[in-house]
């Protein structure tokens, strides 16, 4: 393993720092030679071990006892034995319970320090059943108990350091996990003795070379900052390769951006962007736009109906009546029409607008001359939804309004789509075919990553379109189809995708 | 877009030459066409042009590709026209005036000299169904039926004919049905029985021996309306109610047919009623109108000035010849289009014949300003206040299912939008405000690490009687927070931080009868005395509903009445 000097943390730093190869390394030298906790002894060695700059040397296994606070207490007053006993001497005879009275202590306590005196032969009970001193001293035993309190009052006693009698003697005084009247707690510890490995001599060594000495700051406070002791020290550097916690920011949706970069695109070639409502008519969605009542795209296998209202209460004059005439026997449009009787409750029955040719049509009488129009628009179409095919998704398309457009122009037009926004490397054009535009053309493209595809479909409209809303120039139209480009853009290769709920995959989602 | 599947080997015997993959893919664009796939000795092809019938065949698509590169235009002798009336010999077909307001018209024409075989047979049937499928609108306007001429006694009669007393054994079946019973029984019956079930006669063909030849548009008879593989005459007949469709449908069947190797007998044609071609029409007939095109206009067009030479040989190469005289083109349409409604028609043919490739692009010249609209202006104002706020922003579709925008959501439907023909209930709500959507996702995000801050700026839409439509669209924004503890008053605070940057001076009022709120944790936003949205904690019966354990706040504004 490769060891990054400045990545160590300071208690890692100042412990190699302070040993040498060969000597015992032990959580106590740590706490006394460099004041550490013994939370951080183990810290240090764990982390130094891991890094296989430390290695265990030895582990001892012993006993401990430690004077819990009870024990403590009686250090200062003497064990419930020892005060009977005084007591005693110095009252005389006394019943059980007076003593307890007496000295403050439970019965119990009173009966197990009583019966440890009988035992010993220094008290006894009287005909009387008082309890009497009977010996001029204290018991050994108890002796023995006081000289183990006052010892353990400096440290906690090793087991392996007692005589058998001090062993016997501490027993009876200490209980595992220190019942609270217990003298004394048992500690069962294990000491482990640790040596620098030659990977951690050589680390030590790189550690004085780059003066890194573990006492670097670690947190720039405001206290440092205000009185100055920032000056007295260095920083100690971050590991630059440390795992980043996780933010979660307010975003952007990624798909909108693309499409937002759509439209100020559209916006900087010097279109006005256009909108209308979900719901449409067959007027507006397909009559004005020269499609036959018949056509088999408006078919109910193709476009959604709305329930209620069924119909449209009207449709805009002069524009119902100039449209059905073009239908009919092409009006004055100069076309011979579709020669049928164009349906007047048909044309107002109600759908979810199905292409987005829906906002040329409806900007056509209110134009500008020049202008030029585009929206990205919602649209609905009937189809089994898959990887391929939405419910609902969105189309790209727009109109070019002018006294002397022509073909060329369209071709320029889609040329500059082409490469500003699919960023293609070659353009090609063929003849389309859409029922509202002649010539249609349609453009496909060579996309750096995804090769040849046809990128949108365009022409000039109809005049039967044009001129039944009033417009005497020639209009050209187009469609972008940029589903593929956001697809690619944003690294998914499922429609469905675009619109997902998941929330977790759009806060993670984001544009090439 | 109709496909067709053709057997390579009479392809290219039709286009007289052989196509590689990729010159397919060059030449099929002057059809309008796209190879769609190609093994197994078939060429599978797409045809994108709804308004060229003749290109749905192999022989179509052949003919128009043979005359593009040779620049030969097919001549046809069996046409009869407004001055021309070919021979019928001694076939007549009567259409009698039982027929009229039943399926006005039906024509014929015969043919013979090759003989059937196996694949002629598929690509004849294929041609047939497209014609009436697609062009045809499923029967509707055009049914054809092909039989065995020798079978056949002249003059055949067409008439309408009692659905219960006229009886044959129909294609498919042993026994002798009704007309009606075939509409019960049949399976072309129960498919294509609609078109005239309700007339009170139905179509009937039959010969002069008095034996059926079809129920147009239904199904042929057992007998005459079986062609094998192996016959050489053939007799076809057309029937509909629009009469320019018919003879285009049998102008284009005869003009394949022939080219397949038939040599095509007319048929005298006695109609039931006046047409604008008269009463009697011998079919195949040319009935195309002449259309004109002055070379000024095809130059405004097209951007570029082409002479008279240039636009007759570029017409040429589509199949149409023409004239030109004091700088105005007249064309003549091919027998088997009928698709020059306008001169921009004839402009386009132009176009292709001439190669679209030698057109050189040019920027148009005019000078316009581009403009986002003052709603996406506002949007992404919005947007950009919500995004500080700590929001993610989410897009979702706006077809729902009822469970979605009005149960789980406990409002009433009164408002809400329905599809009358919803592909399935998963679909069949137009989704009347941005909170469902938002709900969705937090159903599906329990996994996404809290808090979950989201918001969309879409359309909505419900019912509105003041419309035109009775329905509006408009543009709203939707959030919502959902974490441990989620309260009104955090919702409080986005929104009024939100507002104090929109520049919107608000008060509030109490919801009153709101499912999608716990009572009391929600208020109206009024801002210049219209309620311009609603916030609130989310009442937890709405979050069983959809199935969510964490507390939200919502809210949705109506971003139009804001600015």
Known sequence: MDIEVKNLHPLEVRLLRHVSPGEAITSDRLVSELGYKIGQCNQAFSWLTAKGLLSESSREKYTLYELTDTGRAQAGEGLPAERIFSYLKEHGAASLPDLAAALGLEQSEVGSAFGSLTGAGAARLDEERRAMATGDGLPEEVVLQKALIKKALEAPLREDGLTVQEKKAISRLAKKRGAAGSTFKVIEKEDVTYTLTGEGDRVKKELLEANITGEEFGLLTPQMIQTGSWKNGSFRPYGLNAPVSRLIPGRTNAYADYLQWVKDKLVSLGFEEFDGPLVVNEFWNGDALFMPQFHSARDIHDVYYIKDPVHAKSIEEPWLSRVARTHEDGGDTGSRGWGYTFDHEFTRRQIMRSQGTVLSATQLPKAKIPGKYFGIARCFRYDQVDATHGADFYQTEGIVVGKDVNLRNLLGLLRMFATEVAGAEEVKYVPGYFPFTEPSIEVHIKHPVLGWFELGGSGIFRPEVTKSLGLDVPVLAWGLGIDRMALMHLGLNDLRELFTPDIESVRMRRGN | ?563
Not at chain 2, 238 to 252: K, Q, V
Request: glycine content about 8%; some cysteine; hydrophobic content about 35%.
């Open chain 2, 1 to 563: 877009m109709p496909k067709i599947e053709v057997p390579e080997k009479l392809f290219f015997e039709l286009c007289g030459r052989t196509y590689t993959d990729d010159e397919m893919n060059d030449i099929f664009p002057v059809a309008k066409a796209e190879l769609d796939g190609h093994g197994d000795g078939t060429v599978k092809i797409e045809l994108n042009d709804t308004n060229r019938p003749d290109l749905w065949s192999v022989a179509g698509v052949a003919r128009a590709l043979r005359t593009y590169e040779s620049g030969k235009i097919p001549s046809y002798d069996f046409f009869s026209s407004r001055d021309v009336t070919r021979d019928c010999g001694n076939r007549h077909h009567y259409n009698e005036e039982s027929c009229l307001g039943v399926r006005d018209f039906s024509i014929s024409f015969a043919a013979e000299g090759c003989i059937v075989t196996e694949e002629l047979l598929v690509n004849l049937i294929q041609s047939q169904e497209k014609l009436c499928q697609n062009f045809g609108r499923k029967r509707k306007t055009i049914a054809i039926g092909i039989f065995r001429s020798d079978l056949i006694t002249y003059p055949i009669h067409y008439i309408g004919a009692d659905p219960d007393k006229t009886a044959f054994v129909p294609l498919g079946m042993t026994e002798k049905l009704t007309l009606r019973e075939i509409l019960e029984k049949h399976p072309k019956g129960r498919e294509y029985g609609h078109i005239i079930a309700d007339k009170p006669r139905y179509p009937y063909l039959f010969d002069d021996k008095g034996e059926t030849l079809s129920f147009s548009p239904i199904i042929n008879s057992a007998h005459a309306g079986a062609v094998e593989v192996g016959d050489r005459n053939l007799f076809v007949d057309i029937s509909g109610p629009i009469i320019d469709d018919i003879l285009l449908a049998a102008n284009i069947l005869a003009c394949d047919m022939a080219d397949m190797g038939f040599r095509i007998l007319p048929v005298r044609v006695h109609l039931a009623k006046d047409t604008k071609y008269g009463r009697e029409i011998t079919v195949p007939y040319y009935f195309q109108e002449e259309t004109q095109c002055s070379l000024d206009f095809v130059e405004k067009e097209l951007g570029e000035r082409l002479d008279a030479q240039e636009c007759r040989a570029a017409l040429q190469r589509m199949g149409v010849s023409s004239d030109v005289e004091d700088g105005v083109i007249t064309i003549r349409c091919p027998e088997y289009r009928n698709d020059f409604l306008h001169a921009v028609d004839i402009v386009e043919d132009i176009m292709i014949g001439h190669g679209l490739a030698r057109f050189e692009p040019v920027l148009p010249a005019d000078f316009t300003k581009g403009q986002l609209l003052p709603s996406e202006e506002y949007a992404r104002k919005v947007k950009t206040l919500m995004v500080g706020l700590g929001f993610q922003e989410m897009m979702y579709n706006y077809l729902g299912s009822r469970r979605e925008y009005v149960d789980n959501m406990h409002i009433s439907d009164e408002k809400v939008v329905f599809i009358a023909n919803p592909m399935s209930e998963n679909y069949e709500v137009v989704r009347p405000s941005i909170l469902p959507s938002l709900l969705e996702s937090e159903s599906v995000s329990g996994h996404a690490v809290y808090p979950h801050r989201i918001f969309e700026l879409g359309k909505v839409c419900y019912k509105d009687e003041n419309d035109n439509s009775g329905t509006v669209t408009r543009n709203n924004l939707g959030f919502l927070a959902a974490d441990n503890q989620m309260t009104f008053n955090d919702a409080s605070s986005y929104v009024n931080t939100l507002l104090y940057f929109l520049r919107i001076d608000y008060r509030l009022e109490s919801v009153e009868d709101d499912g999608r709120f716990i009572p009391g944790r929600a208020a109206k936003v009024v801002a210049d005395g219209k309620v311009i949205g609603v916030y609130g904690e989310v009442h937890p019966q709405v979050l069983e509903s959809w199935g969510c354990s964490m507390p939200a706040v919502m809210a949705e504004f109506d971003l139009d009445l804001m600015h």
